[in-house]
């Protein structure tokens, strides 16, 4: 390659980079794209070269469709981006670049045919879609079932067989990974078909703007010319009534015309506080899903599965029921320990053991621990309403002691990631659909009962605090 070709390449890197730098903000930049150089440009194919395989990966997934965006506006010829490992600044070299197998590059955020009248404009709408999120790689158990079902039978359907369909979770459980799942599958299936998939927060953002200048209608046009529309995180949604107003008529207007429509939050949609009544109601119409906190075999599943995938890399059984049993907390942080386990190992040269991961996850597995157990529910909720203990466990059924332990039953299901069998079994070994009633019961009380909305608004904050 021509010396000067290479510098031309370094500035066009240099120029991406400071757009990449505004767009995502420096901690995200400084942890992932200022480590990147750029290898090679070879037609309309770039090169990038990450420091080690778990970056590679990483920066694939996330970060992959920004730069090929911001390097074909500095070099429009430039289409392809490929992420390869090749070593650090300090020479460091993890793994011989492999030009024959690439890594995936993620695919472009709106889905659908070439020829479609407004892709163009829709473009910047949609966020990208992340490979790796796919059906296939979604480990099932008896937490995600049902709203793993539900997702699949919103991609595999022509019409939309409930509308809409609002999966709700706590954090790192899987909802983010099923509407990209859908969008997979549904351009897999029919690629003429429009899909925007974006956060709550940017629908927000994007409509804001386009009221300040003045091009409202386009912007519902936009997204009322889109087969199915997925909003996730809409907790964020709020506050700012003539958006809550705008996402309403967008929203039934979709539905009249056929479109399907997926919504993501973290927590039902009568308990989203926010949005006004009537929104609230119309999110419910459809398929209502959640996700509940993993089990022990569930985390067990995915451990297996992700080790499996890792080249080279035989990680012992013993390490990830270890991880499995210590990482409650959910999906995202038990893979990043498994990824941290491995990478660091190997960077470091130590062996895969139980004791190398204690150490390298001291400060995760502390963490894990601090969460809030089931007693100390039980005792903030007894000490609140001037209770006993015994109370939790006791077969009373006078309003007076029920309620409470419904209270209580209601945030360890919020709080801890116990399961409802598990939690079932500390309130007096009741059986998991007492438990299930329990927390639908009091998701209504909070709506309709300002008392105990305002109830169980102390205990939680008293609790997390
Ligand atoms: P949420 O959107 O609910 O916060 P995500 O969908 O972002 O959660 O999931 C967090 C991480 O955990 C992702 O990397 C996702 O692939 C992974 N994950 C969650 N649930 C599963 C599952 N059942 N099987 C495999 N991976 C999962
Ligand atoms: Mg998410």
């Given at each position: 390659m021509?010396?000067?070709?290479?510098k031309?390449?370094?500035?066009?890197?240099?120029?991406?980079?400071?757009m990449?730098?505004?767009?995502?903000?420096?901690?995200?930049?400084t942890?992932?794209?200022?480590p990147?150089?750029?290898?090679?440009?070879?037609?309309d194919?770039v090169v990038?070269?990450a420091?080690?395989?778990?970056?590679?990966?990483?920066?694939?997934?996330?970060y992959?469709?920004?730069?090929?965006?911001?390097?074909?506006?500095?070099?429009?010829?430039?289409?392809?981006?490929?992420?390869?490992?090749?070593g650090?600044?300090?020479?460091?070299?993890?793994e011989p670049?492999?030009?024959?197998?690439?890594?995936?590059?993620?695919?472009?955020?709106?889905?659908?045919?070439?020829?479609?009248?407004?892709?163009?404009?829709?473009?910047?709408y949609?966020?990208p879609i992340?490979?790796?999120?796919?059906?296939?790689?979604?480990?099932?158990?008896?937490?995600?079932d049902?709203?793993?079902?539900?997702a699949k039978?919103?991609?595999?359907?022509?019409?939309?067989p409930?509308?809409?369909?609002?999966?709700?979770?706590?954090?790192?459980?899987?909802?983010?990974?099923?509407?990209?799942?859908?969008?997979?599958?549904?351009?897999?299936?029919?690629?003429?078909?429009?899909?925007v998939y974006?956060?709550?927060?940017?629908?927000?953002?994007?409509?804001?703007?386009?009221l300040?200048?003045?091009?409202?209608?386009?912007?519902?046009?936009?997204?009322?010319s889109?087969?199915?529309?997925?909003?996730d995180?809409v907790?964020?949604?709020g506050?700012?009534?003539?958006?809550?107003?705008?996402?309403?008529?967008?929203?039934?207007?979709?539905?009249e015309?056929g479109?399907?429509?997926?919504?993501?939050a973290?927590?039902?949609?009568?308990?989203?506080e926010?949005?006004?009544?009537?929104?609230?109601?119309?999110?419910?119409w459809?398929?209502?899903?959640?996700?509940?906190?993993?089990?022990?075999?569930?985390?067990?599943?995915?451990?297996?599965?992700?080790?499996a995938?890792?080249?080279?890399?035989?990680?012992?059984?013993?390490?990830?029921?270890?991880?499995?049993?210590?990482?409650?907390?959910?999906v995202r942080?038990?893979?990043?320990?498994?990824?941290?386990?491995?990478?660091?190992?190997?960077?470091?040269?130590?062996?895969?053991?139980?004791?190398?991961?204690?150490?390298?996850?001291?400060?995760?597995?502390?963490?894990?621990?601090?969460?809030?157990?089931?007693?100390?529910?039980?005792?903030?909720?007894?000490?609140?309403?001037?209770?006993?203990?015994?109370?939790?466990?006791?077969?009373?059924?006078?309003?007076?002691?029920?309620?409470?332990?419904?209270?209580?039953?209601?945030?360890?299901?919020?709080?801890?990631?116990?399961?409802?069998?598990?939690?079932?079994?500390?309130?007096?070994?009741?059986?998991?659909?007492t438990?299930m009633?329990a927390?639908?019961?009091?998701?209504?009380?909070?709506?309709?009962?300002?008392?105990?909305a305002?109830?169980?608004?102390?205990?939680?904050?008293?609790?997390?605090?």
């Open positions: 021509l010396v000067s070709s290479t031309n390449l370094e500035q066009q890197w240099a120029d991406v980079q400071t990449l730098r505004d767009d995502v903000g420096d901690t995200a930049y942890t992932w794209l200022q990147l150089h750029a290898a090679e440009l070879d037609g194919r990038i070269g420091p080690t395989p778990f970056m590679r990966d990483w920066v694939a997934a996330h992959a469709d920004r730069i090929r965006t911001y390097w074909s506006r500095v070099n429009p010829q430039v289409r392809k981006v490929a992420l390869d490992v090749s650090t600044a300090q020479g460091l070299r993890l670049r492999s030009e024959a197998a690439p890594s995936p590059v993620a695919a472009p955020a709106i889905i659908s045919s070439p020829t479609a009248p407004s892709l163009q404009a829709i473009d910047g949609s966020a992340d490979p790796r999120f796919t059906f296939d790689n979604f480990v099932v158990a008896k937490s995600n049902f709203a793993f079902a539900a039978r919103v991609a595999s359907s022509a019409k939309p409930f509308n809409p369909l609002f999966l709700y979770s706590g954090v790192g459980l899987g909802k983010t990974h099923l509407m990209h799942a859908i969008a997979w599958e549904v351009r897999r299936q029919d690629p003429s078909r429009r899909v974006l956060s709550a927060e940017k629908f927000m953002y994007q409509f804001v703007r386009a300040t200048t003045n091009s409202t209608l386009s912007f519902k046009e936009l997204f009322r889109v087969d199915l529309l997925m909003v995180d907790q964020f949604i506050g700012k009534n003539n958006t809550q107003e705008e996402f309403f008529h967008t929203f039934n207007e979709l539905i015309r479109s399907q429509i997926v919504i993501s973290d927590r039902s949609p009568s308990a989203l926010d949005l006004e009544e009537r929104v609230r109601s119309r999110l419910s459809g398929l209502v899903a959640d996700i509940h906190p993993t089990t022990y075999e569930l985390r067990l599943g995915i451990l297996q599965t992700k080790a995938k890792m080249p080279n890399v035989a990680v012992p059984p013993q390490l990830l029921e270890f991880l499995a049993e210590r990482i409650t907390s959910n942080e038990l893979e990043g320990a498994l990824n941290r386990v491995v990478h660091q190992t190997t960077l470091l040269g130590r062996p895969l053991t139980l004791d190398t991961a204690q150490d390298v996850l001291h400060d995760l597995l502390r963490a894990n621990e601090r969460r809030i157990s089931i007693e100390e529910i039980q005792k903030a909720v007894v000490a609140h309403y001037n209770l006993k203990l015994a109370d939790m466990g006791s077969k009373r059924r006078s309003r007076v002691v029920a309620r409470p332990r419904q209270v209580a039953m209601y945030l360890a299901k919020q709080l801890t990631p116990r399961s409802l069998p598990e939690i079932g079994r500390r309130f007096g070994n009741r059986d998991h659909t438990v009633h927390v639908k019961k009091v998701e209504e009380l909070i709506r309709d009962d300002e008392t105990i305002r109830d169980v608004e102390t205990l939680r904050r008293r609790l997390q605090g």
